[in-house]
């Protein structure tokens, strides 16, 4: 298990039950207590800020306020598929199972049991070989994370996932790790996928339009792919400058 910082998702995912296929990890609070980020983050977490569900928030109501949350999917792909939802902080919804003083699920009715064992026995951090997969993919020298991603995918969630993005061969397992200081750097991990056909995922990013749009293309192109094991690592940094654009190209666009 390789030793890296704790990160916002460290202390919510013993609350996290046992057999996630996809753990997505956001810290909220860094996000929005960034210079350079902070106020985009912060309208699109918590919107007008009003009680109440925000009238231009990307995120769910709920967040609202919150300081870090993890969602959890369990059987992607599959007809039982479901997604927990453990939040620290913010404002505890009626639904929510309360699991700790600051801590809360939201999940599907029946899950409670299952929420409330977790506490007791470890939760998700007893898949030792998830654990392993969601370090590695995080920078030795690295002191935190706005975002992490790890999954580890069957059959029915890769055919979903090639599905969703017309990908004939998507990948086994998929790791990132995702901070923004005054750049952004990101490192994505990629199991069973040669280092070509990421480039080619690279640069049909770069090419989107929203990608173009806010200047980051360039940034994105850059990025270097290398292979590691039977897969690909990539690994982007969006520079102070561009970054700084970026976000005021973002802004402007979403103003009236």
Partial sequence: MPTRAATAGDALLPYVPIGAAVLVEVDLARLRANPTVGAVARGLIDGDGADGAPQDAVAPAALVGADAAVLATYAPGQPDARTITVVRGGQRPATAVALAADVWALADEGATAELLAAATTGGVTADRALMAMRAAVMPAGA???AIRL???LDGPARRELGSLFDEPRPPAAVAAWLDVAD???AVVWVDAVAP???EGWR???AAALPVRAI???PAIAAGRVEARGAGAVATIVIGPG???RAVARWQARLTP
């Fill in 143 to 145: 002191d935190g994370a």
């Fill in 196 to 198: 070509a056909t990421v």
């Fill in 242 to 244: 561009r970054l700084a």
């Fill in 215 to 217: 200047g980051v293309a």
């Fill in 183 to 185: 750049d952004l750097a």
């Fill in 203 to 205: 640069d049909r990013l």
């Fill in 150 to 152: 790890t999954a580890r």
